[in-house]
T-cell receptor, first 113, second 113 residues
């Protein structure tokens, strides 16, 4: 079945540091890939997505590229801010199972001023 | 901007009691989902609903769970006899016909005592 493996946290960084969170996936077909963010006490928000190989999703300075050859979708940001402190979830969905989302375990990121 | 809403935001119940969690998806969406997140753990898929029937469900979604779309706007999750381990954050999500992005509600925190 489908599964997502993402880097274990927690990750603690200083402001303006470079952030990368690794994500790899296993899928039976050709999935769409997502990064969701959950700020403290809030629900899930879509951060970015990519639907086919070599697509790059980007939003709020975050980027991730759909790499089919390595089955990866690593999240990066060049210069983090305190407001980026949150839990980040990598996820995939496939049309074959009605687009249900399979999530990774989540990575807690704390950015210190 | 249209959004998914959920009520109540927090539900406290006694073990063995029935609870109904309510969701109002985005109005022109056709796919509906329930997920749950036990505190500190990853988001888990429960059930998907399309064309007025369950299209897929996880092993978590046993006979104690049911979903309904009673009136064309609400989408409910019922737990017939709650257990302590049902304590979690429950998220509703909906998706349109063409896009593969799911929009999440803010969640209902269920506490079973």
């Amino acid at each position: 079945g489908d599964s997502v493996t993402q880097m274990e946290g927690p990750v603690t960084l200083s402001e303006e540091a470079f952030l990368t969170i690794n994500c790899t996936y296993t899928a039976t077909g050709y999935p769409s890939l997502f990064w969701y963010v959950q700020y403290p006490g809030e629900g899930l928000q879509l951060l970015l997505k990519a639907t086919k190989a070599d697509d790059k999703g980007s939003n709020k300075g975050f980027e991730a590229t759909y790499r089919k050859e390595t089955t990866s979708f690593h999240l990066e940001k060049g210069s983090v801010q305190v407001s980026d402190s949150a839990v980040y979830f990598c996820a995939l969905s496939e049309r074959s199972n009605d687009y249900k989302l399979s999530f990774g375990a989540g990575t807690t990121v704390t950015v210190r001023a | 901007e249209p959004e998914v809403t959920q009520t109540p935001s927090h539900q406290v119940t006694q073990m063995g009691q029935e609870v109904i969690l309510r969701c109002v998806p985005i109005s022109n969406h056709l796919y509906f989902y329930w997920y749950r997140q036990i505190l500190g753990q990853k988001v888990e898929f429960l059930v998907s609903f399309y064309n007025n029937e369950i299209s897929e469900k996880s092993e978590i979604f046993d006979d104690q769970f049911s979903v309904e779309r009673p009136d064309g706007s609400n989408f409910t999750l019922k737990i017939r006899s709650t257990k302590l381990e049902d304590s979690a954050m429950y998220f509703c999500a909906s998706k349109g016909l063409r896009d593969n992005e799911q929009f999440f509600g803010p969640g209902t925190r269920l506490t079973v005592l």
